[in-house]
């Protein structure tokens, strides 16, 4: 699977949106950006996934860049309960196992 | 929303003991996966299971751990003889199946001493 590149920290102001940047310049074509969060110790908890199409769910937006090689996680109006951790997996969608990879994310905070 | 549930929440045991630790995975799923946190650092994958064997296994997941699907519900991990090592958060997750996303439980917090 291919190696993930995301800042260690980032600040938000509430009810602002929250941007978290990823790289995966050595994706390929078969592979899949996954996005999850732990909130302290928590089970990580899935937020959105896409191949190469922006995609919107009721938690987030995930823009892909045309060549694949970067994404963005977009929490439009960030609240206090969205400190968390950010992971940003790429992996593909085949085979039985499917195991994910982790990286140290992204902490972010979300600020009064 | 269905959810993993895993327990305990918190498990204590003396170094050298046997733990074993429960996921009731979401019911409709058929794969099944263990992963570990050791305070502070990434979750690592230790074993996938899947129609009632181990599809992979990590390195950490070596002869002292086990998992079983005994019943329909339930899916277990074991660690045989625990070392001070194993004290980490181990989190269940399961997947439906096809191009699905894994779902986690709130994990098992296991204390070594």
């Known amino acids: 699977d291919a190696k993930t590149t995301q800042p260690p920290s980032m600040d938000c102001a509430e009810g602002r949106a929250a941007n978290l940047p990823c790289n995966h310049s050595?994706?390929?074509?078969?592979?899949?950006v996954y996005w999850y969060r732990q909130i302290h110790s928590q089970g990580p908890q899935y937020i959105i996934h896409g191949l190469k199409n922006n995609e919107t769910n009721e938690m987030a937006s995930l823009i892909i860049t045309e060549d694949r090689k970067s994404s963005t996680l977009i929490l439009p109006h960030a609240t206090l309960r969205d400190t968390a951790v950010y992971y940003c997996i790429v992996r593909a969608n085949a085979g039985n196992n499917r195991k994910l990879i982790w990286g140290l994310g992204t902490s972010l905070a979300v600020n009064p | 929303e269905p959810e993993v549930t895993q327990t305990p929440s918190h498990q204590v045991t003396q170094m050298g003991q046997e733990v074993i630790l429960r996921c009731v995975p979401i019911s409709n799923h058929l794969y099944f996966y263990w992963y570990r946190q050791i305070l502070g650092q990434k979750v690592e994958f230790l074993v996938s299971?899947?129609?009632?064997?181990?599809?992979?296994k990590s390195e950490i997941f070596d002869d002292q751990f086990s998992v079983e699907r005994p019943d329909g519900s339930n899916f277990t991990l074991k660690i045989r003889s625990t070392k001070l090592e194993d004290s980490a958060m181990y989190f269940c997750?399961?997947?439906?199946?096809?191009?699905?996303?894994?779902?986690f439980g709130p994990g098992t917090r296991l204390t070594v001493l």
């Open positions: 050595t994706i390929s074509g078969n592979e899949y």
């Open positions: 997750a399961s997947r439906a199946g096809g191009p699905d996303t894994q779902y």
């Open positions: 299971f899947y129609n009632n064997e181990i599809s992979e």
